[in-house]
């Protein structure tokens, strides 16, 4: 499919919400309501995906990888544009068709974009959003003696496939970001150990990790290490939150999803990453998460 017929094929697919200028001009155009915040996430053939995926999966895996830093800071989804770049032997209609499908599931409307065809498939999502409860949650928040805690259990995406399918956690983010005992969030792409220390070093300090209370997603292959896998397998997308200490019992008790809240560690003064090791000793951290070369 030509550039021109896989635009016009995308205007057709869509419509723009009331008062919002979308795909037909050089920009879109929307009124934010408030405070909004921004993100862009990239997918690359041959390092999130493989030839493998079916055309459908990697337009929603595009979509979902970026609405889940929306959900992560407390957002409400307001509006998307996508930058794809399609070799000949990829379906690009497919891909769009599972990335609108998906952008759709969460309301979020498609508005613009750019099209391209190269040797290696592509897609760049920005997105946008507002604060769901007033405020967004920041990875920066956190204080010595907050726990850590995730959303779901953790591991084997890649093994199962689910790497394909992210599901952001918008209500349990919108939640999170609607009690004020919630001082830091961060959803978990590049897995636990490396996204627990990028929370604690924004927030300045460290963390001590808790690895046999990490909930370990049965998705992880009984040959494995469950615990290696839960922390350092990545793309699970469940939510990393930082919470007071003292109001821990009534976050647990009035947090209404059917995965538990699980506590994880604690953010430390020290600049040090460190965890309880089978002895209940604290040692070096000694999990590492995935990281982009």
């Known amino acids: 499919m030509r550039e021109n017929e896989l635009i016009a094929a995308i205007r057709a697919r869509i419509r723009d919400p009331q008062g919002v200028t979308g795909i037909g001009d050089d920009c879109c155009v929307w009124t934010p309501s408030g405070p909004t915040c921004l993100s862009i996430d990239t997918i690359v053939e041959g390092r999130h995906f493989t030839a493998q995926a079916t055309p459908a999966q990697v337009g929603r895996k595009a979509a979902g990888a970026a609405l889940s830093d929306l959900a992560a800071m407390g957002a409400i989804a307001k509006g998307a544009v996508v930058a794809i770049t399609c070799p000949s032997r990829w379906d690009g209609l497919a891909i769009m068709e599972g990335l609108i499908a998906e952008l759709q599931r969460h309301q979020c409307p498609l508005l613009g974009?750019?099209?391209?065809v190269g040797d290696t498939l592509s897609l760049t999502v920005t997105v946008w959003g507002e604060a769901a409860h007033g405020r967004f949650?920041?990875?920066?928040?956190g204080k010595p003696?907050?726990?850590?805690?995730?959303?779901?259990?953790?591991?084997?995406?890649?093994a199962s496939g689910r790497h394909l399918a992210p599901e952001?956690?918008?209500?349990?983010?919108?939640w999170l970001a609607?009690?004020?005992a919630v001082r830091a969030c961060m959803d978990l792409s590049d897995?636990?150990?490396?996204d627990a220390e990028k929370l604690a070093r924004a927030s300045g300090g460290g963390c001590l990790l808790l690895p046999t209370q990490i909930p370990v997603h049965p998705d992880v292959p009984e040959i494995s290490d469950p615990i290696a896998a839960?922390?350092?397998?990545g793309e699970d997308y469940e939510l990393l939150a930082a919470i007071a200490p003292e109001h821990w019992p009534n976050v647990q008790l009035a947090w209404p999803f059917d995965n538990p809240l699980c506590v994880v560690g604690w953010l430390i003064e020290q600049n040090e990453m460190q965890m309880e090791d089978h002895r209940g000793r604290v040692v070096p951290l000694a999990f590492r998460g995935y990281e982009h070369e």
Not at 168 to 173: I, L, S, V, Y
């Open 191 to 194: 897995g636990l150990a490396a």
């Open 230 to 233: 839960a922390m350092q397998d």
């Open 178 to 180: 609607g009690h004020p």
């Open 168 to 174: 952001p956690r918008f209500a349990e983010g919108a």
């Open 145 to 158: 003696g907050d726990l850590l805690v995730v959303t779901g259990p953790l591991g084997g995406s890649l």
């Open 113 to 116: 974009g750019d099209t391209t």
């Open 137 to 141: 949650l920041y990875r920066s928040g």
